[in-house]
């Protein structure tokens, strides 16, 4: 989640780089992404640990959660908001790369089939877009994890991998990426060989399911001020977005209905980013893990998505939605856009009382949620979900009935999370327009803009102005327990002393499961290797349009 900045900065070293345009049917991993070694051991053992080390020192500056903790003025509080806005929705222009966006599948990729033959994925006709993702480099710091998932070796006994359903979410999966990958820290200043390390390891997960893989390099274009300040474009860092496509049908024509789910992978320099977010990162690629081995095939495409740069003024989804979800259909007409699902820190779980905080822009627009809060003891026992009142009304109906259904799943309660109840799901609608308003309106709600949901709910570009259904879910980040300590801090962590007290696998797995279903039930999916995925209710109802719309390209003013 974005923390706004009154000042700041962060210097530029060497990022991972994108798949390139040498990419052939046995090309090796290791000649494509860009392995890293840094002062991480591995050691050895059954779930893997590392030596507890401190980050570099990150050149950060006055950094505030933008919200009535800070005793700001009402005049100060509108001054920032203002400016924040304005920065974030004035359209500037696209930082052009000397590096396309390519994809490829995995040579044994079971989605291969779903990629019709006329169809060039990359700019390039003449690129194979065939790679064995499987390949990855002996030195690399997570080349233990790599070898118990890639080589089939003895899997430890805490990581059974009893889950009798592949459409049933996996704990253990989830434990293993975040234990090992998802607790090291990923900004390019503090440790860029630590960053690309796990860039890859996302890339490398991604294609070995199978999914149609590339990365997006883009260079920030915003809040260069606060971030770069005195650096030329040039000059400053490329962020990578990871993509893993699941083709459906209807794929690149205007039947498609599409799906984004994502989370950003990014961390600021000074915690590992256990909650913030690798939480959403391993939820992303348990979400495609479920729906491939299911084996499933989709009526309408999903996208998963990790973005980059979400810390330093919601970069990558900016870039994602103006530079490759519109240009992705550029030659074609646009296809509907259901909605994206977007997770950010969504492990913190906490049933004391007064351990949570619900802040002041929130009780005002949920004042019934709030009040359940409170008549409950403000305990921190829920997983929110954040959306624009109108514009999502149907999309956060779908993931609350698929939600509520998880309290009476046999399958789920007996295999996965037995107290069901234990986990609460509250809403926080929003009274905000479809359409994108003005400046000075949308600053009214910057406190409802620090992630990357709102760069799909509104866009305003040179050429166009579009708004997409989005929702958040999140367990309120800075505002429950000890992330109120935690919340960009080392101890947002499992790593060395820190143990992640506040982070519950149970709580989690009933959110991943609520995307699964969601987007099983969206997608029009039909899985022929789950018993669990043909009997979930379905509330998508593909036969009508009405709450599904057309993106509409509009000039800008």
Known sequence: MLILFLSGCFGVVSAWGPIPTSL??????????????DNLEVNQGNVFSYEDSQPAEAKTYSMVVFDELFN???EQHDAIAYNFTKEQYTPNDIIKTSVDTIFAFDFRSPLKRYLPEDININKNPDLKTEVNFFNFPEDDILSDLYRLEFKNQKVPKSLKNEVPDPHLVNKDHLQLMLENAFTLPRHTETNATVKNSVGNYIIRKFGSMGLLTGTQAFIPSQFKKFFWPGKKDHEIEAGNNVIGIYPGKHFYTKQDKII???????????TDGFNDNGSGIAATIEVARSIIESGCQLEYTVMFVTFDKEENGLQGSHEFVRSFLIDFFKESDWPQFQGAIIMDTIGNFNQSEQSQYFPKD??????????????????????????RQKAEEKLAEIMRKHNQDI??????TSQVVKDTQKYKYREVPIDMPSEPPSIKELSKFANFLRSDHARFWYSREKTFVLSLRAVLLTDTGPYRGLMQQCYHQQCDSKRGKYKGEFFNYDFLAQTVQTVIDTVTDMSGAVCEKSDRAARIKRYAEHSSNE???????????
């Open 24 to 37: 052939g049917g046995e090309t090796r991993l290791e000649e494509v992404l860009v392995p890293g070694r």
């Open 72 to 74: 700001l003025t009402q």
């Open 260 to 270: 984004v789910v994502g989370a950003h992978w990014d961390t600021i320099g000074s």
């Open 362 to 387: 929130w009780r005002k627009e949920a004042p019934e949620t709030y009040q359940d809060v409170l008549d409950d003891e403000s305990k921190g026992d829920f997983i929110t979900i954040l959306y």
């Open 407 to 412: 309290y009476s799943d046999e399958l789920f």
């Open 547 to 557: 709450w599904l719309g057309k993106v509409e390209r509009k000039p800008s003013n």
